[in-house]
């Protein structure tokens, strides 16, 4: 019997994996969820040590997309990880496995940084976005249709999900992304991909506007049906379930016994990334401690801290050095909740009711609780903490990362346990960021080959009010 979905919000219908994932959002608002979390015991997870990314991918899905045929997703999995896909940013290491660990020294010893930037736009979303292009492609060749994918950016995702679909058949994406609020590469990245599959739109806002666009299209169901609409961003499962496999490659790198726990810090702002660490806890993989590192928009580590969900509004949501993190309303931070409160939708409704009229909500002290007995931490960081940790990083060992990971890196040593190894999640390869590196270490990043001249390429973008109804209009006129 297949493992069915529900939403956070209470719909509950029957679905499967593969009715879902062209979905993005459920009809009532609420985000899908399987009905319960698979369990990997010990004694199989031992079994999975020298698997490659590919069949350990495999292995894993399986458990969540259990309405598609076998050997269709294990040739899905082959085909997305693939070393030549994913060994874009270093030369000179082994990336036979993907997703290597580098243990750091000194001030740092027993952590280690998750790599997960080797796909080919530089960043850790190319590791569920690539899985994800194949899937789509696959269902929708089967099942017929077009699908017309809008999506939000604060900066890796748009990228990510834009090569992950160029040129693939009866898929067309339209990207959000805040005016003037990426990095130059990060734009540079989006706006030179010159598909005639591809829109970039810039919207005059924060990423916030442009994540509650993606929304309120959704949540329109008429237009959603009429024109066939998905979604890319971490609210689609498809995202969160193929996020959860590099938490076990990463376990199974990381550790010497059966058992062994492993805490994980993830640089996070939408939530997704860390999201699909407490997943794979739930699924019995032994992991500790889950340590949420912000930057100055510290929503989560406040909601941490206190059990209060404070969005801001855009005058103060920051634009920092750390700019994908620049995010106040966190869209996966629902389905974690949803398990704190036991999987009860009213309450799920009624918290985001608050959210809605009084801009935030407060766990009652009972759940509360439960939110400090999940194994979750948090810590934030500054621009200058970000500049100090990659020139600290750099000075003592040569090695270079890029801000967000620094967040992740500075918030990992305040949390380390004695006697505990901890990984700090990668979020992208320096040269993404070079302003910030130059003026960290005055060194500038390594370009990977396949982006040598980007900077000086023709950009094509749209500039756009924050507004549901103009962006609906360019759909039409697009489709």
């Not at 939530?271 to 912000?294: D, Q, S, Y």
């Amino acid at each position: 019997m297949a493992l069915n979905y529900t939403s956070t919000r209470g719909e509950s219908t029957g679905d499967t994996y593969s009715s879902i994932v062209l979905r993005g959002l459920a009809s009532d608002g609420g985000l899908f969820l399987p009905a319960v979390y698979p369990h990997v015991s010990l004694k199989t997870l031992e079994t999975w040590r020298e698997l490659s990314y590919a069949d350990l991918a495999f292995e894993v899905l399986r458990l969540f997309a259990d309405d598609i045929p076998e050997e269709d997703l294990k040739q899905l999995c082959q085909d997305t990880y693939r070393d030549k896909v994913f060994n874009r940013g270093r030369r000179g290491e082994d990336f036979s496995k993907i997703t290597p660990v580098k243990w750091l020294s000194g001030e740092s010893e027993g952590i280690g940084i998750l790599q997960l930037s080797n796909g080919p736009t530089l960043a850790f979303k190319d590791m569920a976005m690539q899985f994800l292009g194949a899937l789509f492609e696959y269902l929708l060749k089967k099942n017929g249709g077009e699908l017309n994918i809008l999506g939000a950016t604060s900066g890796d995702t748009g990228s990510a999900a834009e090569y992950a679909m160029k040129g693939r058949k009866g898929i067309r994406v339209f990207m959000l992304s805040p005016h003037g609020r990426m990095s130059d590469f990060q734009r540079a990245q989006m706006y030179t991909l010159i598909q005639r599959n591809i829109f970039n739109i810039a919207v005059e806002g924060a990423f916030d506007d442009a994540q509650d666009i993606v929304k309120a299209v959704s949540n329109d169901h008429e237009f959603k049906q009429a024109h066939s609409i998905g979604t890319v961003n971490s609210i689609n499962w498809a995202r969160i379930a193929a996020q959860v496999v590099y938490y076990f490659r990463g376990w199974l790198e990381a550790s010497t016994r059966p058992g062994e726990v492993i805490d994980f810090t993830v640089p996070s702002g939408n939530f997704g990334n860390i999201l699909a660490g407490w997943i794979a806890k739930r699924m019995g993989l032994p992991i500790g401690r889950l340590v949420v590192a912000t930057n100055e928009n510290d929503v989560l580590d406040e909601f941490f801290r206190t059990g209060v969900y404070r969005v801001r509004d855009r005058e103060h949501t920051y634009v920092t050095s750390s700019p994908s993190m620049d995010i106040s309303k966190a869209s996966n931070f629902e389905r974690y909740i949803c398990d704190i409160v036991g999987r009860d939708p009213e309450r799920v409704r009624a918290l985001w009711a608050d959210v809605a009229e009084k801009g935030e909500f407060r766990l009652s002290w009972h759940e509360f609780r439960r939110v400090q007995a999940s194994g979750f931490e948090s810590g934030k960081s500054t621009h200058e903490d970000r500049l100090a940790t990659i020139r600290g990083l750099w000075t003592e060992q040569k090695i270079m990362i890029d801000p967000h990971t620094a967040d992740g890196l500075k918030v990992a040593r305040e949390h380390k346990r004695p006697g505990v190894k901890m990984l700090t999640l990668e979020t992208a390869l320096p040269v993404k960021f070079e302003a910030t590196i130059m003026e960290a270490i005055r060194v500038k990043p390594p370009m990977p080959a396949a982006y040598r001249g980007i900077m000086k390429k023709l950009q094509n973008v749209t500039v756009m009010e924050a507004d549901v109804e103009k962006v609906k209009q360019f759909i039409v006129e697009n489709v």
